[in-house]
């Protein structure tokens, strides 16, 4: 079956625009995660959601940073402003949910820079 | 906070040989542990987790780890390493509840020669 997919790949932007990343998660999983992955920071989560509620936002670095998940499947995060401290590889996760020993699955992630 | 440590940043061996690469987590409650490798130019992919039960597991492509409860541990193992196997390898831990993030160590990077 399909895995989680990410568009876009790579996305290259200018200090101070918005960027969306897009995230389509395993068909039925009702969970979704953002993490980002950058040098010497490794990889930290951003926000967690369970349906279309983020009962768990805590890793969202700023208020420059939000998401959304619209019918319980596609989720977008939002940049908006981008600075270069922003330049990343952001990944999503999805989980089947419903039990605590369920596997977080990855896409390839968008590799984020911002000039 | 949860954290996780992976003891060696980078660790290069020759075919055949025995590769362990050291994880401690710090949180005292149940917690359900992981190891994701990521191969160059790919994405994580998940090599092997450990939830309950025995606590020596075996995942794909001959690895295996063992969780030590008094040590805070989960110690990935392989025999005989292959040049293919080099990647860098993520430990991660959650808590044992529904919904709770993965706190993933630093990496560690694992280079093969042939």
């Known amino acids: 079956g399909a895995g989680v997919s990410q568009s876009p790949s790579n996305k290259v932007t200018e200090k101070g625009k918005d960027v969306e990343l897009r995230c389509d998660p395993i068909?039925?999983?009702?969970?979704l995660y953002w993490y980002r992955q950058s040098l010497g920071q490794g990889l930290e989560f951003l926000i967690y959601?369970?349906?279309?509620?983020?009962?768990?936002k805590s890793g969202l670095p700023s208020d420059r940073f939000s998401a959304e998940r619209t019918g319980g499947s596609v989720s977008t995060l939002t940049i908006q402003r981008t600075q270069q401290e922003d330049s990343a590889v952001y990944l999503c996760?999805?989980?089947?949910?419903?039990?605590?020993?369920?596997?977080?699955?990855f896409g390839p992630g968008t590799r984020l820079t911002v000039l | 906070a949860q954290s996780v440590s992976q003891h060696n940043h980078h660790v290069i061996l020759s075919e055949a040989a025995s590769l362990e690469l050291g994880c401690n987590y710090s949180?005292?409650?149940?917690?359900?542990l992981f190891w994701y490798v990521q191969y160059p130019g790919q994405h994580l992919q998940l090599l092997l987790k450990y939830f309950s039960g025995d606590p020596l597991v075996k995942g794909i492509k001959g690895f295996e780890a063992e969780f030590i409860k008094s040590k805070f541990s989960f110690n990935l193992r392989k025999p005989s390493v292959q040049w293919s196997d080099t990647a860098e390898y993520f430990c991660a831990v959650n808590e044992g509840q529904a919904g709770t993030a993965l706190i993933f160590g630093k990496g560690t990077t694992l280079s093969v020669s042939s």
């Open positions: 959601f369970q349906g279309n509620s983020a009962p768990d």
């Open positions: 949180y005292g409650g149940t917690v359900n």
């Open positions: 996760a999805s989980r089947l949910a419903g039990r605590s020993q369920d596997t977080q699955y």
């Open positions: 068909s039925g999983h009702t969970a």
